[in-house]
């Protein structure tokens, strides 16, 4: 907002009673994110901006019938690729769950289509009724570990910091890049160094992680226990608890916030699917959970308000008082947060779980299109000769980015190592879509529970190549040949029969079609996948983060098996 003589003054006089009130909300009970208490006042709004509480005159009163009102929720950190929907799709879906900002690190389409990727991003979410910031990736690529369609350094991001809705630096990935010094990396903390870097630290500690704050890395989204989200809060780290469609650390990590941690600590989503969105809730689904595990409700509520506010700088937003924007729900109930009308820069713009502006979600934007070089597709592509020693395993774990290494016997038919259904080990395959000409990397997974088919997907973080999971090499063929053919997205299918799909055009990870069409039809494929089997609750999303080599402990990309805990290749078998 570029305030200027005549907005200041004209704010000053509504507040004063010198000229009417553009809106008076009458009759509710504010949560006081600065007192911890619930007040029973009405709420003043002149030019999108809360001029003061109390009974006063206005052009236009509503009546809140005694519901709560809290302010906007935001998100701290989230992909919003990750919704596969388009900015005013996701929009759409967050908006009515009484969401008003979000922190978005673009860092997936940037992986695929660099600066241009960021653009799309950025210009497609202005005007809308939900404020989008960004923090500029660290590492595009993520590592040397794996192929990736962009690559930007310190002076392109220096590019497009001037933007308004840039923040500061994103999720430092490449934390043993810090450690080492690696000039690179250390041109992009430099570059940032006045500003927020959040980071991305799993399980660092001891003398690791004190250089890694040394660097001015603030924060970390990446805590899956306890003592590890403790030891990071007592060396002045800020702790963004996640609760999205996959990782889920909430009640591990909820014992940490107490009275003296919790101004250091917020709800964040990082990655959610649309039918999670459109069913369940964005920040407001958090929120509750935290108040069903024993959270005071006004505290859980301030982890989605004002810690985040208060962290980026995000002035005059965050609670209602006096000079804070007008973004707020109200709610029939304290416990759980129910949106039942939403407000943004003080007009409804939301009531019972929809927009109330249409054009919102119908606006017309053009994506940039979404590599897919993928020249070579066979069965033979995909054979694993047999050798000495145990296969090595990525094991899945419910509701974790972590992967354990199993170590197994191999199924050996003729001379080559082939899925074990009757185990659930299964084939996992990721092509690189960037470069032309180059054959997949082949590996191993359990967890999946397929008994028939392969599931594929371009959502593979963070490179995003195509990965894909299957009981047979001609079922893994099969989809991968639907998703090459509709120029990427997601697949479900047995070979010889048709292929479910939901085609993401916009760098083969986000669609532009109405959010209600897009979760329905990932609802479908994750049906699918469970039809054939997988007990998983978000196979999909299980299956987009197995090619990420920066979380311990076995990952696939399109170089070959990572072992995470020393950022290197290792062979699909060990040797004894």
């Excluded at 507040?15 to 006042?41: H, M, W, Y």
């Excluded at 991001?157 to 010094?181: C, K, T, Y």
């Excluded at 570059?191 to 001891?206: E, I, T, V």
């Excluded at 004002?306 to 416990?335: C, K, M, Q, V, W």
């Amino acid at each position: 907002m570029n305030w200027d003589t005549r907005r200041l003054t004209g704010l000053i006089d509504a507040a004063l009673g010198r000229k009417p009130l553009d809106l008076c909300v009458r009759n509710c009970r504010i949560v006081n994110v600065f007192t911890g208490s619930v007040e029973q006042l009405d709420i003043g709004i002149s030019g999108g901006f809360i001029s003061g509480w109390g009974r006063c005159e206005a052009v236009r009163e509503i009546d809140a019938e005694g519901m709560y009102a809290c302010p906007g929720f935001i998100d701290a950190h989230i992909h919003v690729e990750s919704s596969l929907l388009s900015p005013p799709q996701f929009c759409a879906a967050v908006v009515p769950w009484g969401t008003s900002a979000v922190v978005s690190d673009p860092h997936e389409i940037a992986n695929v289509l660099g600066l241009d990727g960021m653009r799309y991003l950025i210009e497609t979410s202005r005007g809308l009724p939900l404020d989008m910031f960004f923090n500029l990736p660290s590492c595009v690529p993520a590592t040397g570990l794996e192929t990736c369609g962009a690559q930007l350094r310190a002076a392109d991001l220096h590019s497009i910091l001037p933007h308004d809705r840039i923040l500061g630096l994103a999720e430092m990935m490449n934390f043993p890049g810090v450690l080492m010094g690696l000039p690179d990396v250390i041109d992009k903390l430099v570059l940032f160094n006045h500003r927020r870097m959040d980071g991305h630290a799993p399980l660092l500690q001891g003398a690791g992680l004190d250089a890694y704050l040394a660097a001015g890395i603030s924060s970390d989204h990446e805590c899956t226990t306890l003592d590890e989200a403790r030891e990071k809060l007592e060396k002045g780290m800020f702790i963004m608890i996640r609760e999205g469609s996959q990782s889920k650390d909430l009640e591990t990590l909820l014992p940490a916030v107490d009275d003296h941690t919790w101004p250091r600590c917020m709800f964040v989503s990082d990655d959610t699917h649309p039918d999670d969105l459109v069913l369940k809730g964005h920040m407001n689904a958090i929120v509750n959970k935290a108040m069903a595990l024993g959270m005071n409700p006004v505290r859980a509520l301030c982890l989605a308000t004002l810690t985040p506010a208060s962290y980026f700088g995000l002035t005059r937003r965050g609670a209602i008082g006096p000079g804070y924007r007008a973004d707020f729900s109200l709610s029939p109930t304290l416990n759980p947060w129910i949106p039942a009308r939403v407000f943004k820069d003080g007009v409804e713009v939301a009531a019972d779980g929809r927009l109330l502006d249409d054009s919102v979600s119908r606006r017309a934007v053009s994506g940039p299109g979404s590599p897919m070089n993928i020249t070579r597709l066979s069965v033979e592509d995909l054979a694993v000769p047999a050798e000495q020693g145990m296969l090595r395993i990525i094991g899945i774990q419910e509701g974790s980015l972590h992967t354990r290494k199993i170590l197994a016997k191999p199924r050996i038919e003729g001379n080559l190592a082939v899925a074990d259904v009757a185990r659930d080990i299964l084939k996992l395959v990721v092509y690189n879509r960037y470069l032309p000409d180059r054959p997949p990397s082949v590996g191993f997974v359990q967890g999946f529970g397929l008994k028939r088919g392969a599931l594929a997907t371009t959502v593979a973080h963070d490179s995003h190549n195509l990965i894909a999971v299957g009981t047979r090499d001609a079922d893994i063929v099969h989809v991968v040949d639907t998703i090459r053919r509709i120029g990427g997205g997601m697949a479900a299918g047995v070979e010889k029969a048709s292929v479910e799909h939901l085609a993401l055009p916009v760098a083969g990870l986000m669609s532009e079609e109405p959010v209600g069409k897009v979760s329905a039809s990932f609802q479908q494929l994750r049906s699918f996948a469970q039809s054939c089997g997988s007990k998983l609750q978000n196979p999909f999303m299980a299956l987009s983060f197995l090619a990420l080599p920066v979380i311990p402990e076995l990952k696939l990309t399109d170089l070959g098996l990572v072992d995470v805990s020393t950022f290197s290749f290792v062979p699909v078998f060990q040797k004894e």
